[in-house]
């Protein structure tokens, strides 16, 4: 069962068209999410985009108000239409940032012995039989008068596809980095929103982080972003016609209000085989010695992938050697790496090490050299026969809060589900698997991004049951003790499949950004979500 279930989790959303593939290609690493600093507005839009009316300005205390209070799930009429941006309305992508040829490296450090992996130390695992509210008569969706726009704000709208975007916050600014295939290859862009004092959202200025020939030598996709407190960091897969991938990493350095600079791409890790996959990137602080932390998926020493590791100076290099994190039987994949307790990282992935299961999520501590402490085990979270996929991980401070996708017995159906964790990865008293979506048994629910505001919780999931069969994005709020705040709502409703959605909290906001195929290709769109939004 090498890759059986993994492939098939892989194809768990239903009803995308050209859905990516599970090598390469797969959904970004969405999770972050630093203390808000400053408030602002944003800068004005530009006309082709139809720029929604002012807003009020982000100076509103973190999210305390319901989304949504006492709401159908599939009821309400479709919002107003979206703003009347056409295929390619944006400008010819001449402002380009010039990228230099990429920095050669020597070859890899030999990986360290393979780190040793102890007996399951986790609880047995609740089943996931705990369904949301029933709906009531009132729409689910939120009304045009508590939006921004309908359904939000593209990024680029050139008519290639766009996709796996991965945000991130600044205390000033986000930075949101994807995969674009305008050049043909697959290439990645950045763009930056910066606060302003018009509370506008804008389109912004593209950079173009990578130069792969015209002749389609490359391929550059899944991105991750970072933040180190001077420069944002984006790494990202990097494969090769009938050569082994790579993962990467390059810097993007803020030199004026519209203007960045980018680093010469620097090669973390060449893999000898098919792949090297599904980069999650984070920034060390500098009071813990700074750099990167970086997690990825690579099928070197085997015909399956297993979970590696490395500490990355702050110039991008490689310190110290790789580390091989998981070493048992059958793939390990999904890396999602966050900062959590000083010094220490939290790690959680999708594993198929266990008889009878086709795939579960396990976490496990980590230290800023990617060991494992002293006496500390993997733990697996979750423990029945279920195909398990996506997982989203977020600190809250105290512990962890994890999201993730389970076909829950219905075949191609997956619905998505959230548990709490403490800091050594054990589930919290009284934690259970609680259902998100209230999907089944018709469509799916797939791809959950999850953020921590410093109070509660909110997941955002891509959600493409009967009544959204064009997929759209579903949010739910959980607090801090782990219980819904409301019910599950939509962001909009359209016909137009939305998906791989990547959340961040920051400015007194959260942001999403995601895939959006309003103008029959994949366009990155993102907004805001208010404090206000969605409110009784």
């Given at each position: 069962?090498l890759r059986r279930s993994m492939v098939l989790a ?79 309305g944006d400008a010819p992508d001449t402002a380009d ?171 973390v890790s060449t893999g000898t085989q098919g792949y ?261």
């Amino acid at each position: 069962m090498l890759r059986r279930s993994m492939v098939l989790a892989g194809l768990l959303v239903v009803g995308c068209k050209d859905e990516i593939p599970l090598y390469p290609g797969a959904d970004a690493p969405t999770d972050g999410g630093d203390a808000a600093a400053a408030d602002a507005g944003f800068d004005a839009g530009p006309a082709d985009l139809g720029a929604p009316d002012d807003v009020a300005a982000m100076d509103a205390p973190p999210l305390a108000d319901r989304f949504v209070e006492d709401a159908a799930l599939d009821a309400g009429a479709p919002f107003d239409a979206p703003v009347a941006d056409a295929p390619g309305g944006d400008a010819p992508d001449t402002a380009d940032t010039a990228v230099v040829a990429d920095t050669a490296v020597a070859a890899d450090t030999v990986v360290a012995a393979d780190t040793a992996v102890a007996a399951d130390a986790g609880a047995a695992d609740v089943p996931p039989t705990d369904v949301p509210p029933a709906p009531t008569a009132a729409p689910g969706e939120c009304s045009r008068a508590d939006r921004e726009g309908s359904p939000g704000n593209n990024v680029d709208s050139d008519p290639a596809d766009s996709q796996t975007p991965s945000v991130v916050w600044t205390g000033t600014e986000f930075g949101v980095a994807w995969s674009d295939l305008r050049n043909p290859t697959a290439e990645i862009y950045f763009a930056r929103f910066r606060d302003a004092t018009t509370p506008r959202v804008t389109l912004p200025t593209l950079t173009r982080v990578t130069t792969e020939p015209a002749s389609g030598a490359g391929s550059n996709e899944q991105p991750s972003i970072a933040w180190d407190g001077t420069r944002y960091w984006i790494a990202w897969s990097r494969t090769l016609s009938g050569a082994p991938g790579s993962i990467r990493v390059a810097s993007v350095t803020p030199t004026s209000a519209t203007d960045s600079d980018v680093g010469a791409p620097v090669t973390v890790s060449t893999g000898t085989q098919g792949y090297t996959a599904r980069p999650s990137l984070v920034a060390i602080p500098a009071a813990e010695g700074g750099g990167l932390a970086l997690a990825w998926e690579d099928d070197r020493a085997t015909d399956n992938a297993e979970i590696y590791f490395a500490r990355l100076g702050t110039t991008g290099a490689r310190v110290g050697p790789e580390v091989r994190v998981t070493n048992a039987d059958n793939l390990s994949g999904w890396p999602r790496l966050v900062h959590g307790p000083a010094s220490e990282l939290g790690l959680a992935w999708i594993d198929e090490r266990d008889p009878g299961s086709d795939a579960d999520l396990y976490f496990a501590r980590l230290t800023l050299s990617g060991a494992r402490p002293a006496g500390a085990a993997d733990v697996r979270v979750t423990s029945d026969p279920f195909v398990t996929a996506h997982p989203s991980l977020a600190f809250d401070g105290a512990g962890y809060g994890v999201a993730w996708e389970a076909e829950v017995g219905v075949a191609d159906r997956p619905a998505v589900f959230f548990t709490r964790l403490d800091a050594s990865g054990a589930r919290r008293a009284g934690g259970v698997d609680l259902r998100l979506s209230s999907n089944l048994p018709a469509g799916s629910a797939s791809h959950p991004s999850l953020a921590w505001n410093g109070t509660d919780y909110l997941a955002v999931w891509r959600d493409d049951r009967p009544s959204h069969t064009g997929g759209d994005l579903a949010i739910q709020r959980v607090s801090a003790t782990g219980a819904r705040i409301g019910v599950e709502t939509f962001l909009y409703d359209d016909t137009d499949a939305s998906q791989h959605p990547a959340l961040v909290w920051g400015g007194g906001q959260f942001l999403v950004a995601w895939e959006d195929e309003q103008y029959s290709h994949r366009d990155i769109w993102y907004r805001r979500i208010l404090p206000t939004e969605c409110s009784p």
